[in-house]
T-cell receptor, first 115, second 111 residues
Framework: NAGVTQTPKFQVLKTGQSMTLQCAQDMNHNSMYWYRQDPGMGLRLIYYSASEGTTDKGEVPNGYNVSRLNKREFSLRLESAAPSQTSVYFC??????????????FGPGTRLTVL | QKEVEQDPGPLSVPEGAIVSLNCTYSNSAFQYFMWYRQYSRKGPELLMYTYSSGNKEDGRFTAQVDKSSKYISLFIRDSQPSDSATYLCAMTDTGGFKTIFGAGTRLFVKA
């Protein structure tokens, strides 16, 4: 089992460019999440998907869109990147929503720099 | 005021010391409490998971939850250099989808 995988690992963008971060999990989890991690701020939830076909905003959704492509995959899109979106992005999944707990399993992260 | 407060440290201890890491929170709806360990340039990994108040022990790690004081703790016994990492507390309500994380405490264990 690979667990949660993310691509790419690193990315540098110019202001105004767009990109999509990919995430996949092989644990048959219902729920998937996107977080960003900034120094001194901890992990902040951008969007989550409680189940296939649903998505909801988290704490910091502005400037982002998401797609739950199927049960395995959850992508995060930056339509017009801004320097304030420079961060480390983590995808996570959990069995929450199927009567199980909300223990989340994280991917290795994507380091994004917007110039 | 943040929903979850955690001292960022850094906390530096000698090998073999007992380490105490703490978080306070303000939302009384939180029911599930977690501790994650994050090594440099890696994703967080779940260490301990507790429901409601009480203690939970797993090897050298003990998690405590005091809901009356809105205070949670993680104790590490016989600390090792390999325990050097950032420790994140996290909590969620019964809905379970919106987990709130503390900012993390950086721990250094010196050999």
């Amino acid at each position: 089992n690979a667990g949660v995988t993310q691509t790419p690992k690193f990315q540098v963008l110019k202001t105004g460019q767009s990109m999509t971060l990919q995430c996949a999990q092989d644990m048959n989890h219902n729920s998937m999440y996107w977080y960003r991690q900034d120094p001194g701020m901890g992990l902040r939830l951008i969007y989550y998907s409680a189940s296939e076909g649903t998505t909801d905003k988290g704490e910091v959704p502005n400037g982002y869109n998401v797609s739950r492509l199927n049960k395995r995959e959850f992508s995060l899109r930056l339509e017009s990147a801004a320097p304030s979106q420079t961060s480390v992005y983590f995808c996570a999944s959990s069995a929450a929503g199927s009567g199980a707990s909300n223990e989340q399993f994280f991917g290795p992260g994507t380091r994004l720099t917007v110039l | 005021q943040k929903e979850v407060e955690q001292d960022p440290g850094p906390l530096s201890v000698p090998e073999g010391a007992i380490v105490s890491l703490n978080c306070t929170y303000s939302n009384s709806a939180f029911q599930y409490f977690m501790w994650y360990r994050q090594y440099s340039r890696k994703g967080p990994e779940l260490l301990m998971y507790t429901y409601s108040s009480g203690n939970k022990e797993d090897g050298r790690f003990t998690a405590q939850v005091d809901k009356s004081s809105k205070y949670i703790s993680l104790f590490i016994r016989d600390s090792q250099p390999s325990d050097s990492a950032t420790y994140l507390c996290a909590m969620t309500d019964t809905g379970g989808f919106k987990t709130i994380f503390g900012a993390g405490t950086r721990l250094f264990v010196k050999a």
